[in-house]
């Protein structure tokens, strides 16, 4: 049976936190949580947004009274978007700050930095910014999933538009950028897709893609996957799309559709571009009980100037969460204990689902097809969740409106 009780009693917590419990709790020495994420570099836009999740779950814990009674304090270092950084922040907040626990990063190549520390000492992660299936076929102990893999993430979407016959691939040269494009090939002869020629791979720093989509325009592929790290690439890859005139049925994208910048800066361009969601903040209820996610949302529009969350900051909330629950499971700060509670869960958090196979995998997790229409993003699938139905063909560059 999945557990309601423990999110409701959160929940409760949360919004009615009284003065006198929160002022108890802060006489008492914190539970420290601590993390590193991409506060510069090109990780950066998605790693402010995962900081904003974890400060608005320290603000609201604390509020409630803390965790076992105790205040709860968060540390996160700059990352700078390189995975080597990644590993010796993680072994600074194990040895040096002597955290009680320790936070997800963003991405997989830092996940896989992550972790592979947290196996060394016996502290678990749960990964928050990660989707590549090696994550978890390391035989690793100490870590579990909050987002579903790369394969169920992808599939999601190449289902969607089984009908169509003919794709092609773009691919930024990161970990977990291939891991969707490695997924994605995976998947599309599942639904009867041809890809038209090799996957097209790009580098970060790359700012000319003219070469690669000259190539498949000359296929003209029905169908067009872009394994995209954020808004930046995938605005690059419409623009010079539209210079030269590639035109296929439909657009898909990674990431990108979810990042606000993505829509403000591209504007009409990115009309009609599909993508997946792991969280859209005004999903119904029927779809996965967010026990938290009225008082979520509205924190952290008061912590940051009116700006309603985004998944990302969804993400990292949940995983806040999650540590908690596990923590309150085991009633003390028992790594092995909370390790195993992590491992068992069966709940609800403000991201949506929690259940993970006996690697960490996660495989409660539902996602969400979305696509950009009149300049805000619009739920298509599951059909229940739908806000929209699905516009399609993508009319030629020169005959949109």
């Known amino acids: 049976?999945?557990?309601?009780?423990?999110?409701?009693?959160?929940?409760?917590?949360?919004?009615?936190?009284?003065?006198?419990?929160?002022?108890?709790?802060?006489?008492?020495?914190?539970i420290v949580f601590g993390g590193a994420l991409p506060l510069t570099g090109w990780g950066a836009d998605g790693g402010e947004y995962n900081r904003r999740g974890y400060m608005v779950w320290e603000d609201m814990v604390n509020a409630a009274g803390g965790i076992l009674g105790r205040p709860v304090k968060v540390i996160i270092y700059d990352d700078k978007s390189d995975p080597t950084v990644t590993t010796r922040l993680y072994e600074k907040l194990v040895t040096q700050d002597k955290v009680d626990f320790l936070l997800s990063p963003w991405t997989d190549d830092m996940v896989m930095a992550a972790t592979t520390v947290g196996e060394k000492y016996g502290k678990t992660i749960v990964a928050g910014g990660a989707t590549y299936p090696a994550i978890w076929e390391r035989g690793y102990k100490y870590v579990t999933?909050?987002?579903?893999?790369?394969?169920?993430?992808?599939?999601?979407?190449?289902?969607?538009?089984?009908?169509?016959?003919?794709?092609?691939?773009?691919?930024?040269?990161?970990?977990?950028?291939?891991?969707?494009?490695?997924?994605?090939?995976?998947?599309?002869?599942?639904?009867?897709?041809?890809?038209?020629?090799?996957?097209?791979?790009?580098?970060?720093?790359?700012?000319?893609?003219?070469?690669?989509?000259?190539?498949?325009?000359?296929?003209?592929?029905?169908?067009?996957?872009?394994?995209?790290?954020?808004?930046?690439?995938?605005?690059?890859?419409?623009?010079?799309?539209?210079?030269?005139?590639?035109?296929?049925?439909?657009?898909w994208f990674t990431i990108a559709p979810v990042i606000p910048e993505y829509i403000e800066v591209l504007g009409e361009d990115a009309e009609y571009t599909l993508g997946c969601s792991e969280w859209e903040p005004e999903l119904p209820d029927t779809i996965e009980d967010f026990s938290i996610r009225a008082a979520f949302n509205q924190r952290h529009r008061e912590m940051f100037g009116g700006e309603e969350p985004v998944e990302d900051a969804a993400t990292t909330f949940g995983v806040g969460q999650i540590m908690q629950l596990a923590i309150e499971k085991?009633?003390?700060?028992?790594?092995?204990?909370?390790?195993?509670?992590?491992?068992?869960?069966?709940?609800?958090?403000?991201?949506?689902?929690?259940?993970?196979?006996?690697?960490?995998?996660?495989?409660?997790?539902?996602?969400?097809?979305?696509?950009?229409?009149?300049?805000?993003?619009?739920?298509?699938?599951?059909?229940?969740?739908?806000?929209?139905?699905?516009?399609?063909?993508?009319?030629?560059?020169?005959?949109?409106?």
């Open 1 to 30: 049976m999945r557990s309601r009780i423990i999110p409701i009693i959160l929940l409760t917590l949360f919004v009615l936190g009284t003065i006198v419990f929160g002022a108890s709790c802060e006489t008492k020495e914190p």
């Open 145 to 251: 999933g909050l987002l579903p893999n790369s394969k169920d993430y992808l599939g999601v979407g190449i289902r969607f538009f089984s009908g169509l016959e003919t794709v092609a691939l773009l691919n930024l040269d990161l970990t977990f950028t291939t891991g969707f494009a490695d997924a994605a090939e995976w998947n599309f002869p599942r639904e009867g897709m041809t890809l038209v020629l090799p996957r097209q791979t790009y580098t970060g720093d790359t700012t000319d893609l003219t070469a690669p989509l000259m190539k498949i325009k000359a296929k003209n592929p029905d169908f067009i996957v872009a394994c995209t790290g954020g808004a930046e690439d995938a605005t690059m890859i419409l623009r010079q799309a539209k210079e030269i005139g590639l035109n296929p049925k439909a657009w």
């Open 330 to 401: 085991v009633g003390e700060l028992d790594d092995e204990k909370i390790n195993e509670a992590l491992h068992e869960l069966d709940t609800s958090t403000v991201f949506g689902y929690y259940r993970v196979d006996e690697a960490g995998k996660q495989k409660g997790k539902v996602m969400y097809v979305i696509q950009v229409q009149n300049g805000v993003r619009e739920t298509l699938w599951p059909f229940k969740a739908a806000t929209s139905v699905l516009r399609f063909p993508t009319p030629s560059w020169d005959k949109r409106d």
